[in-house]
């Protein structure tokens, strides 16, 4: 796969800025969409994309994964993740900090930015981790996407829960604030109160609608208190997104998982301690109530969480099962095959996925078709079906909650700063993506 600096798509079905699409060519030149046009000669052109019959649209931004390095690389590495993010048409993710050692300090980050440009075939960028000491740092770490603050569902020094502890974070400094929104002490406490139980779905049980309630009223409350930017991480429950509904101020951004919109609690019968995740999956009125709030702007994007555990650890018995499953492969192709069945549009789900991402982080000429925008593109076939099969998967745990799901919109090219980085079923390895910038 050759990677030369012009190329040329041709006759793709292009989703435009205002959300039509145009039957059309894109030229590419130094990474950057040089034109969008009904028809460009392509005389001068050495690389020519037939996408006679594809849909072209900006490569997905994913907000949220949990890529295991530093420390925990048996469970995923950059590299090996860069790889899944490239077959499922991510061109772009943003890195939690709760690695070994965690990503608290500019050392830390430094680091991973590091290993980053050795490793991975997209872009990338890394949250700062808060703890209830670590305030200079959270203020002055650069580059960084925001704070990443975990209410619950954590333990050690990333476990930052108590109002007295988290009012500092919000009061000082300018920078956004992603938060896990889940009550601490009512998790604790119905741990212990259902604690001989070892069903995974009481999973979904000791950590209610409450606790995360509960913690995102707390969120909103300081926010409010000091005007400060906030981001609510995997929103999971109805009654949070009515919440928002009533009460969501200009500067507050919220997302939703795929698994959250698709999945239900039903799932654990299905597929056991593979459905455990943080938040848990909830009941089946709650992904009706998410769909409406995402698609009213409520909810403002979709992250995939990704959280690769292996198959040894997940067939532990609950508890001691790690909560978390990986998504960056399948996200798109669930999404758009959720649009073709009506519950929205191919421009929404784009808008989801990529440029109200760019938008909310501040990250310069990404998540638009349009000239001058960097050339993070992925080409997609929505006229084939095709499972999710385990032997093709490119994360390292090398499974799938989603695992013989039939789904259309599968990349068949992804292009990483004009590079063909995914081609056909094959990754081009030796492509390098660049670490992102986001405005202050």
């Known amino acids: 796969m050759s990677n030369p600096s012009t190329l040329l798509i041709r006759q793709a079905q292009i989703l435009l800025s205002d ?9 590419i030149q130094g990474g950057q969409i040089a034109q969008v046009a009904s028809n460009i000669s392509e005389s001068e052109h050495s690389k020519i994309i037939d996408a006679a019959g594809l849909t072209l649209l900006p490569g997905v931004i994913d907000p949220q994964v949990h890529f295991r390095e530093p420390g925990l690389e048996y469970k995923e590495d950059l590299h090996t993740a860069s790889c899944a993010c490239a077959k499922g048409g991510v ?11 965690l990503t608290t300090t500019q050392e830390a980050l430094n ?60 009061a000082n400094g300018t920078r956004l604030i992603a938060v896990h929104a889940e009550d601490q002490a009512r998790i604790l406490e119905r741990r212990q109160q259902y604690k001989d139980i070892t069903s995974p ?15 995102t009223k707390l969120a ?18 109805g009654v949070e997104a009515e919440l928002l509904r009533e009460d969501k101020p200009s500067w507050v951004t919220a997302e939703v998982t795929p698994q959250h919109l698709v999945l239900n609690t039903d799932a654990y019968e299905k597929i056991g ?33 990704h959280a690769p555990h292996t198959l040894a650890e997940k067939a532990q018995t609950y508890p001691n099962s790690p909560s978390g499953m990986p ?37 310069p000429n990404k998540g638009l078709i349009q000239p001058g925008y ?16 385990r032997e093709e998967l490119q994360t390292k745990c090398a499974w799938s909650p989603f695992e013989g799901w039939n789904l259309t919109g599968w990349p068949v090219y992804t292009i990483v700063g004009g590079q063909i980085v995914y081609e056909k079923g094959k990754l081009n390895t030796e492509i390098r993506g660049k670490a992102l910038t986001f405005g202050e």
């Open 201 to 215: 779905s009481i999973h979904s049980i000791i950590q209610d609608e409450t606790a995360a309630l509960n913690a």
């Open 220 to 237: 909103l409350k300081l926010s409010k208190k000091y005007q400060r930017r906030l981001h609510i991480l995997h929103l999971s429950t």
């Open 91 to 101: 061109t772009s993710f943003l890195e939690m900090p709760n690695t070994r050692p």
């Open 19 to 27: 959300g039509h699409f145009l039957t059309g060519d894109v030229l």
């Open 273 to 305: 301690t593979l459905a455990q995740m943080n938040p848990p999956l909830r009941s089946q009125n709650n992904p009706t109530i998410l769909w409406q709030a995402l698609r009213d702007g409520v909810i403002d994007f979709i992250a995939t969480d």
């Open 111 to 170: 680091d991973k930015l590091q290993r980053a440009s050795e490793k991975c075939l997209v872009n990338y960028g890394f949250f700062i981790g808060a703890t209830a000491e670590n305030l200079p740092d959270l203020v002055t770490a650069h580059p960084t996407c925001g704070i990443k603050i975990f209410m619950g569902s954590m333990h050690g020094p990333l476990q930052v829960s108590t109002e007295a502890e988290l009012e500092p974070i919000f």
């Open 327 to 363: 998504g960056v492969e399948t996200s798109l192709p669930i999404m758009l095959t959720q649009a073709m069945q009506g519950n929205c549009t191919i421009s929404q789900v784009s808008n989801w996925m990529s440029t109200a991402v760019a938008k909310a982080y501040k990250i």
């Open 374 to 389: 960097d050339a993070d593109l992925v080409l997609v076939d929505l006229n084939t079906y095709k499972p999710v099969l």
